[in-house]
C-alpha cells in the first residue's frame, strides 16, 4: 500500500522544513523507520523517517528545498502500485501545518526555551507546561481533504489531525488522556480512520516516560542514588505573596543580580601542572568551572530547581546546562548527572556537545531537561554580564573572562588571575542570601579546586 | 498445474473467507481441499451442532407446550431425523460456500495437498494422480484441527463406543446412556442435546467446574440448569480406569476423591482438538512451531518461511470458526495491499450454545483478579427481566466487570436464552472502547432480554433501576 511522505513538523514550532539531504534514491526499497532524509528544522537537523514500507516511488522536492509543514514530498509505495493519483495530489495539499502531525514516533525537536518536547506528555509526567512556551496553531475545522475516487482505502485518512478538523477518539482513550493530563488533539490515532484508542495512549505515557530515560541515562550509583530525584516544595503564603509581588515589579520572572570575582590562581596552577602531565589531562577554565558549579549545586538544591508556576522542584541530581554560540543563535546542550562525573569526563563531554551543536547534530533529549545552566563569554574578551534565565531554571551563571588584575594582599599591590561570575537568580525561588551562600561555596571550589577531586 | 497469486491450503472458516476476499481485491486464487467445502465448521462442528441444539431446544419447549394450551399429546423422540436435517443444513452451506466460490472465480482444487516448496504444492486427487501448483504471492497454510481421543486415559476412538464429536453427528439413535469426557462448550453442547433426546448423560470434567474457560459464575450457573435437566455433572474428576467393550464402555472415576463408576453404551470424547499439521509438508520447507504443536506466526499472519502464511485453528490462539474468519479476512486485505487492522484477539467472542446459552466477551473476573486491575462487578438476573419472564426462560444473568476508574468494560458474560445473540452489543462496545457509560446512555427497547445488559451496566455503576 502506497504511503505519502509529508514534510512532517519535527519541533512544536516548526512551520516549514529544508531538506538537507535525501537518503533514498528513487526505486531503493524502504523499511518502515528508514531514514528518508534529513530534514532541517528552526532548530536542528532532523531525521524524516519512513512510516511505510516498499520502495521509493516518487522525490518530489530537491534538496535544498524549502517546504511547508504537510507538503507531500515523497511517495512509498509497491513497485507495481500505480501512484499518479497521489502525485498528482500535491498540489491540492494546502493544508495548514500542524504540529500534531509529527508522530510519537519521532521526537520532535523543540524550542530550547521548552523542558518537554510535548506540553500534553510534558504534562503527564508531572511538568508543568511553562507559560510563554510556542502553542502548536489551534486547529481550524477544514474541510475534509479531497480524496480522489481512485483511492484505495489505505491512501485514505489515517490520522486524526486529518480528519475534518474532528479528533477521533474512543471515550476510554478520552478518559485515560484527560485523567493523564494528554492532550487528545497531540496524538495521532492508529483506529479506523486514525480513531485515538487506548493503545496510542499508552504508547504516548510509555513514550513520554523514555525520554525521560534517555534524557536522564543511568549513571554510575551516584550519591544518592535510590533517592529521588527531585522534590517538590509546596509554597507558603509567605512564599506566594513574595512571588506575586516580584512578579509585579520585573516581567515574569523577577530576576536579581549577584556578582563574585573569584582568584584563579590556583586553578591556574592546577591546568599547568595538569598540562605538564601531558595532553590528554589537558583541561580548560570553563572545564574546571563547570564541574565547581556541578559540586556546589548538589550543596544548595534550593538553588538546582526548577519555577512550576504552584510549586518549586528542588533537584537531587543536576543536570547542566551549557550554552553553546552556533552561527545563527545559541543552543544549551546538557551535561547530564554532572556531579557524578570527574573532571575529565565533563571535559570531554562538554567538548563534544559543543561540536555537535555547532553541526547541529543535537537531538533534543540532548538540549532538554537541565536544572541550571552556565553561560561562558570569557573567551569573547568579556569581563562581566548577565546571563538570561532558562525557565523553568531558577538561576543561570554567567562567567567572564580571566584577567590579570590588581589586588590587594598583606597591604601590597599584587598581580592575581581573576574572574568574574555573575548569577542570575529567580527571585520566587532563590533569595539574595541563598544566591550569596551559593556563590560563596563556589567561591571556595574554584579558588580551592582540589576540593573538586576530593 | 495451475499458478495463482494466492494458493490455499484448507477450505475451512479461515481458507474460503481468505479465497473470497482476495478473489474480491483482484488476485487469482486456488484452494486445496480434500472434502467438501466448509471446513469443520460446515461439515463437522458449529452449523451441523447448532442445528442439533435447535431440536433440542424444541424438545424442552414442547415440555411445556401445555402451558401454553397447546396439547401435542404423548411426545416421543427419535434422533435420526434430527441427525438427517442437520446433514442437509450442513450440505446446504458447504454448496452455499461452494456457489460463493464459483461467483468469486476461486478455484477449487479436489484432493491432499502436500507442501513440496514454499510456492508450491502437490495435490494428490482421488483418483490418486498428482498434480502440482505454483503460489506467486503467497501460500497459505489453513488446514485447521481435528478431534483427538484420550489414549491415555484408554479411550482410543473406535468409531463404535468411543466416538468424536464427528461420529455423534451422525449417530441414528440417541443411546440409552451416554459419557461425554470433557465439558468444554462441544461437551456441553452435547450433554444438551442427548439429554434432551431422552440419553441419561454423565458429563465428566477434569477441571474442578463445567465450562473451565468461561468466568465461574457461568460455569455454575449453567451446572445448576443442566443438574435440574437431570444430567449427571462430575467435576474435578480423575478417571482411574477404562472397560472398552464393542457393546459398552465402564468408566472408574474418582470425584472429589470419592470413587465412583459409570456404565454407558457410548463414550464422547470431547477433551480438545489438534492442529492438522502432520503429512502436509511442513518440515519440509522448515516451518516452525510453537511448543504446543500449533504453526508460529507473526500479527501479520507470517510463518518463519517468507511466503507462507498460516491462519485458522493450525495456527493457534483460540480455536473458533470466527477467528480463524477474521484472520482470513485480515491477511487478504494485507495481501492485496489494503489497509487492514490486526486481530484483536482480547476482542473475541465465545460462545456455547446449550441450554441455557453462555457467551462471554473479554476477561473472566478470576483473570481480572490475576491481573491485579480494580474492577467493579455487575450483574442482573433474566428473572427479573419482563421479556425472559414472557418466554419462561429466566433461567441466568448478565455479569458486567469493568475497570473501577475508568469504566472500561473488562469482561461481559452472559448466561440465557439468546446469549450468544446479546453478546455482540458488548463485543462492540468493547472494540470501540466503550465504557460503561456510553453502553448506559444508549436506549435499549422495552421489553427486551437487551435490557439486562443496561441493568447489569447500571449495576456496575451501583445504580441499577429495577433492583
Redesign the interface.
Known amino acids: 500500500m502506497a504511503t505519502k511522505v509529508m514534510m512532517e513538523a519535527l519541533s512544536p514550532t516548526m512551520e516549514e522544513g529544508r531538506l538537507v539531504k535525501w537518503n533514498k534514491a528513487v526505486g531503493d526499497p524502504v523499511a518502515q523507520g528508514d531514514v528518508l532524509a534529513e530534514v532541517e528544522t528552526d532548530k536542528a537537523i532532523m531525521e524524516l523517517v519512513a512510516r511505510g514500507a516498499g520502495v521509493l516511488r516518487a522525490r518530489l522536492i530537491e534538496e535544498g528545498t524549502t517546504t511547508a509543514v504537510g507538503k507531500l514530498i515523497a511517495v512509498v509505495a509497491a513497485p507495481d502500485e500505480d501512484i499518479a493519483a497521489l502525485v498528482g495530489e500535491q498540489g491540492q495539499s494546502e493544508s495548514p501545518p500542524h504540529a500534531q502531525e509529527a508522530g510519537p514516533t519521532v521526537v520532535a525537536a523543540v524550542d530550547q526555551h521548552e523542558t518537554m518536547p510535548s506540553p500534553g506528555v510534558a504534562q503527564a509526567l508531572g511538568v508543568a507546561p511553562q507559560a510563554g512556551v510556542p502553542q502548536p496553531a489551534a486547529r481550524a475545522p477544514q474541510p475534509a481533504a479531497p480524496v480522489p475516487p481512485t483511492a484505495p482505502p489505505s491512501e485514505q485518512a489515517f490520522h486524526a489531525a486529518d480528519s475534518g478538523g474532528r479528533t477521533l477518539a474512543s471515550p476510554l482513550a478520552r478518559r485515560l488522556a484527560a485523567e493523564r493530563g494528554l492532550d487528545i488533539g497531540e496524538l495521532r490515532g492508529s483506529g479506523p480512520q486514525g480513531r485515538i484508542v487506548k493503545r496510542d495512549i499508552e504508547q504516548a505515557i510509555a513514550q513520554g516516560a523514555a525520554l525521560m530515560a534517555t534524557a536522564r541515562p543511568v549513571q554510575p550509583a551516584a550519591p544518592g542514588a535510590g533517592q529521588p530525584e527531585f522534590e517538590d516544595v509546596p509554597l507558603t503564603q509567605l512564599r506566594k505573596t513574595i512571588a506575586k509581588r516580584l512578579s509585579e515589579s520585573i516581567g515574569p520572572i523577577p530576576t536579581f543580580y549577584l556578582t563574585a570575582e573569584y582568584d584563579l590562581t590556583r586553578v591556574s596552577e592546577l591546568r599547568a601542572a595538569m598540562a605538564d602531565m601531558g595532553p590528554e589531562f589537558k583541561v580548560s577554565v570553563n572545564d574546571i568551572v563547570l564541574k565547581a558549579v556541578a559540586t556546589a549545586l548538589m550543596q544548595h538544591p534550593e538553588v538546582n530547581a526548577h519555577w512550576l508556576g504552584d510549586r518549586m522542584r528542588r533537584f537531587a541530581r543536576v543536570h547542566l546546562g551549557m550554552a553553546v554560540a552556533i552561527p545563527d543563535g545559541l543552543i544549551t546542550p546538557v551535561i547530564f548527572d554532572a556531579h557524578t562525573k570527574s573532571l575529565r569526563q565533563i571535559a570531554a563531554e562538554a567538548r563534544a556537545l559543543a561540536t555537535r551543536a555547532r553541526e547541529r547534530k543535537l537531538q533534543p533529549h540532548e538540549f532538554t531537561g537541565a536544572t541550571c545552566s552556565v553561560s561562558n563569554l570569557g573567551m569573547f574578551g568579556i569581563d562581566q554580564f548577565t546571563a538570561i534565565i532558562n525557565p523553568p531554571e531558577a538561576a543561570i551563571l554567567a562567567i567572564g573572562g580571566l584577567a590579570d588584575v590588581p589586588a590587594i594582599e598583606d597591604g601590597q599591590v599584587v598581580v592575581r588571575k581573576r574572574m568574574r561570575v555573575t548569577m542570575s537568580c529567580d527571585h520566587r525561588v532563590i533569595d539574595g542570601a541563598v544566591g550569596a551562600q551559593f556563590l560563596q561555596t563556589l567561591r571556595r571550589m574554584i579558588e580551592n579546586p582540589l576540593m573538586l577531586v576530593f | 498445474m495451475a499458478t495463482f497469486d494466492v494458493l490455499i491450503l484448507g477450505g475451512g472458516p479461515a481458507g474460503y473467507v481468505c479465497a473470497l476476499r482476495s478473489a474480491q481485491l483482484g488476485l487469482t486464487v486456488g484452494v486445496v481441499e480434500r472434502e467438501a467445502l466448509g471446513g469443520t465448521c460446515v461439515l463437522w462442528g458449529c452449523i451441523p451442532a447448532k442445528s442439533l441444539l435447535e431440536s433440542a431446544g424444541l424438545a424442552e419447549k414442547l415440555k411445556h407446550a401445555a402451558e401454553h394450551g397447546i396439547s401435542t399429546g404423548p411426545v416421543t423422540l427419535d434422533f435420526a431425523p434430527a441427525m438427517k436435517r442437520s446433514r442437509a443444513v450442513s450440505q446446504q452451506n458447504s454448496k452455499g460456500v461452494e456457489f460463493l466460490f464459483k461467483k468469486n472465480k476461486v478455484t477449487q482444487i479436489k484432493g491432499e495437498g502436500r507442501i513440496t516448496s514454499p510456492t508450491t504444492v502437490v495435490v494428490k486427487g482421488a483418483d490418486g494422480k498428482e498434480e502440482t501448483h505454483t503460489a506467486k504471492k503467497a501460500l497459505v497454510i489453513a488446514t485447521g484441527s481435528r478431534v483427538r481421543g484420550l489414549p491415555q486415559a484408554g479411550l482410543e476412538l473406535n468409531r463404535t463406543t468411543v466416538l468424536s464429536s464427528d461420529d455423534v453427528l451422525v449417530l441414528d439413535h440417541a443411546p440409552k446412556r451416554m459419557a461425554v469426557i470433557g465439558a468444554g462448550a462441544v461437551g456441553c453442547e452435547f450433554a444438551d442435546v442427548f439429554a434432551a433426546y431422552g440419553s441419561a448423560v454423565t458429563l465428566i470434567e477434569v477441571a474442578p467446574r463445567i465450562l473451565p474457560l468461561e468466568d465461574a459464575d457461568c460455569s455454575a450457573e449453567l451446572q445448576r440448569a443442566f443438574k435440574k435437566r437431570k444430567i449427571d455433572v462430575v467435576t474435578g474428576a480423575k478417571i482411574t480406569g477404562t472397560k472398552v467393550t464393542d457393546r459398552e464402555v465402564t468408566i472408574d472415576f474418582t470425584e472429589n476423591g470419592q470413587a465412583r463408576s459409570v456404565t454407558v453404551d457410548k463414550v464422547l470424547v470431547a477433551a480438545g482438538r489438534a492442529p492438522n499439521v502432520e503429512g502436509i509438508g511442513l518440515e519440509a520447507i522448515g516451518v516452525k512451531r510453537t511448543e504446543r504443536g500449533f504453526i508460529a506466526i507473526t500479527d501479520r499472519f507470517e510463518t518463519s518461511v517468507k511466503g507462507v502464511y498460516a491462519i485458522g485453528d493450525v495456527a493457534g490462539n483460540q480455536m473458533l470458526a470466527h477467528k480463524g474468519s477474521r484472520e482470513g479476512h485480515v491477511l487478504a486485505d494485507l495481501l492485496g ?3 487492514a ?1 490486526p486481530v484483536n484477539y482480547g476482542n473475541i467472542p465465545s460462545c456455547t450454545y446449550c441450554h441455557p446459552e453462555v457467551a462471554s466477551i473479554g476477561l473472566t473476573e478470576e483473570q481480572v483478579k490475576a491481573k491485579g486491575i480494580e474492577y467493579k462487578v455487575g450483574k442482573f438476573p433474566f428473572s427479573a427481566n419482563g421479556r425472559a419472564r414472557t418466554s419462561g426462560n429466566t433461567d441466568g444473568f448478565v455479569k458486567i466487570i469493568r475497570d473501577a ?4 468494560i473488562l469482561g461481559a458474560h452472559i448466561v440465557g436464552q439468546s446469549a450468544t445473540e446479546m453478546i455482540h452489543e458488548l463485543v462492540v462496545a468493547r472494540e ?4 460503561v ?2 453502553v448506559d446512555l444508549a436506549v435499549h427497547a422495552h421489553p427486551t432480554l437487551s435490557e439486562a445488559i443496561a441493568e447489569a451496566v447500571l449495576d456496575s455503576m451501583g445504580k441499577m433501576v429495577h433492583a
Request: glycine share 14%; no cysteine; net charge negative.
Open positions: 495491499g489494503q489497509h487492522h476508574k475508568y469504566g472500561e470501540n472502547e466503550f465504557t457509560e456510553e
